[in-house]
Structure formats: structure tokens, C-alpha cells
């Protein structure tokens, strides 16, 4: 099975609370399937976001009660997708095949989350800072790149490319060789800890310090920084992949701070935005968009420890034929 395919199993973002509180309806998509989400009543739908009577995008109409009403000729569709009302025909009676997909919705850590395949044993990966009290939580402006999930996924926690891509503001090319972690498994989570080599800061507002990653497999990364003098940080980070082939991906991010509670949030989010901007052009830059899984397409080194270990887990989610099998790998 493809990875593109894989994911399908997995809980992804589709929006976020505020977008959705917004309107109240949203049109969004995830892995090129079109889906409207919808706040009815205290309740979250997602449906396929066509019509099913002439294909008109539900998301251009609007909630109605516990149902979405279609804005072309005013079908009503219910949380379950059964179309239960056709304004046309007050008499019914309503095909039985008046009915759409309906997903599985839920929300968390100010996102709308969505898992287009039932039954599979996983979870909306965790925001180990977001219901923290003593944690103020900065949200990011989140942002679309013509890249993959993995793909971007590793770059958050490739270790090999801040003496590069990075230099004079997370670290510098005296550090070029950079530690090799020991990468563990907790559960649904690659966790390895990443102690910089000791040079100075290059940047007096960067976190450069003793970090420990956790990576929730498919597509999320937690990174805790212990600085001294700086409190505790969270970087959380959460790829969507939006189209059939996930190759765009919409990422959602948060920068935490125990510290410092009542300051202003922007110049925490201008440094992590500074960082994107220095990663950007590289992944912008890669082909294919998608990691190729073929055995020597490309070519990994002693270095590459936690990328290995990541693919590594990919490949097996791939193989996963059963809920069983997928359970046992994310243990
Ligand atoms: S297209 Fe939706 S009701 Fe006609
Ligand atoms: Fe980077």
C-alpha cells in the first residue's frame, strides 16, 4: 500500500476552531478528498462536500438546525449524510440513495481533526503543552507547502541541516556533525533527545539547548527545550496532507512558553516564521515532493539516525494490512 493510502487510517487536521467559529461551515480537504465541516448545534459534522442532486459544494450553503442545507435548491443533509429533507418534493418521498459520506470529526488543541477511515487504532496525536496551565500557548499562522507530509515532517526533525540551512541563527557550520540520538519508540511516538554541540548561541533569541523530540507518528512533532534561564518551551508542529498523492500539505503550528506569560506573542512567532523562511526554499527545492521508499533511492549516512528510524516506521504502516497489525506497530 502507498503511504498517500496509509494515512487514510489517521487522524489530520482539516481547519482550525477559529476558522470553523468563523462561519460555521468550512470547505477543506485532505488527501484530495473534498469535505465540509460544520458546527451544528453544539455539534461537528463532516460530510463529503458535494451535492449529491446537481454537485454544487455543500460548503456554499449553510447550517440549518442539525443539518447542512445546500444553498442550490436547499437539500438537507444530517451528521450521518442522509439527506432529509428535499424542499422540491414536501411530499417525499427522499431516495434512499440521498445520502453522502459522512466522517468522523472531532475537536482538539484548537484544530477540527478528521480520520476519513473508520476503525483503525489511532488517535488525534497529543499537545503535550496546550491544556497546560502554567504554559501560555502562541498559535501560529499556519501554512501551505508544495511538499509532503513526510517529507516535512523530517525536515522538523532532521538534525544534520541547521549547521546549514540554519547557520547564524540555530546553529553554525563549526557544528557540522552534528550528534547521532538514540531514537526510541513510546507508543505512537519516535522520542529521541537532541543535545546541541557546545557552541555559543548564534542567535540570542533562538533555543538552543537540550531538546527532546517526540514524534507522533504520522505526521505531528513536539519538541520540549530546556534552556537555561528561558523556562520551558513547546514547538508543536501537525502536517495535513491535502491532496490524493500528498504532495501539498497545510502544517498547523504552536510555540509554548513557560515563561514570560503576559508578553507579547510576536516576537516568539516572528523567530519561528524567520526559521520557515530558511527552510522554505530547500523544500521547495526537493523532487520528488514525496519521499521515494524504494531501497536505495536515496542515499542515508550515520547521521541520518532519526530519519532512518522514521522511514523505517512508515514502511511498516504501509504493510499494515489490519487494525491488528497497525496496532502492534503503534503499539
Ligand atoms: S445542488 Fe444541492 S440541492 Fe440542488
Ligand atoms: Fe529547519
Keep these: 500500500m502507498t503511504l498517500p493510502r496509509a494515512l ?22 485532505l488527501l484530495g478528498v473534498p469535505i465540509v465541516v460544520a458546527s451544528a448545534e453544539g455539534r461537528l459534522l463532516a460530510l463529503h462536500n458535494r451535492c449529491l442532486h446537481r454537485s454544487t459544494m455543500l460548503s456554499a450553503g449553510w447550517v440549518c438546525g442539525d443539518t447542512i442545507q445546500c444553498a442550490y435548491h436547499g437539500w438537507r443533509y444530517d451528521a450521518s449524510g442522509a439527506c432529509v429533507e428535499i424542499p422540491a418534493l414536501p411530499d417525499g418521498p427522499i431516495p434512499s440513495r440521498a445520502r453522502v459520506e459522512a466522517y468522523e470529526v472531532t475537536a482538539a488543541h484548537g484544530l477540527v481533526w478528521v480520520r476519513l477511515e473508520p476503525g483503525w487504532p489511532t488517535v488525534v496525536p497529543p499537545h503535550p503543552s496546550w491544556d497546560d496551565p502554567e504554559v501560555h500557548v502562541a498559535v501560529g499562522e499556519p501554512y501551505t507547502w508544495p511538499t509532503s507530509l513526510e517529507r516535512r515532517v523530517e525536515n522538523f526533525a532532521d538534525l544534520a541541516h541547521f549547521a546549514w540551512v540554519h547557520e547564524g541563527t540555530l546553529s553554525s557550520r563549526a557544528a557540522a556533525a552534528p550528534p547521532v540520538p538514540e531514537v526510541r519508540r513510546d507508543g505512537a511516538e519516535l ?12 542567535d540570542g533569541r533562538a533555543l538552543v539547548g537540550r531538546s527532546i523530540y517526540r514524534v507522533a507518528v504520522p505526521g505531528t512533532v513536539d519538541i520540549e527545550f530546556d534552556v537555561p534561564g528561558a523556562g520551558r518551551r513547546h514547538l508543536w508542529m501537525t502536517v495535513a496532507p491535502l491532496d490524493a498523492d500528498d504532495t501539498e500539505v497545510r502544517c498547523y503550528w504552536t510555540m509554548s512558553r513557560s515563561d514570560d506569560l ?40 550515520r547521521t541520518d539516525r532519526v530519519s532512518i528510524e522514521y522511514r523505517r516506521w512508515l514502511t511498516q504502516i504501509m504493510d499494515a494490512a489490519d487494525p491488528d497489525a497497525l496496532g502492534l506497530i503503534l503499539g
Design 191 to 202: 522520542v529521541f533527545v537532541y543535545d546541541p554541540p557546545p557552541i555559543a548561541s548564534p
Design 8 to 29: 487514510r487510517r489517521f487522524w489530520h487536521p482539516v481547519c482550525t476552531a477559529a476558522e470553523l467559529a468563523a462561519s460555521g461551515i468550512v470547505g477543506t480537504r
Design 262 to 301: 503576559d508578553g507579547d506573542d510576536g516576537p516568539y512567532l516572528e523567530f519561528q516564521e524567520l526559521i520557515l523562511e530558511q527552510d522554505r526554499p530547500l523544500i521547495f527545492a526537493q523532487q520528488p515532493r514525496n519521499i521515494p521508499f524504494e531501497p536505495g533511492a536515496e542515499l542515508s549516512v
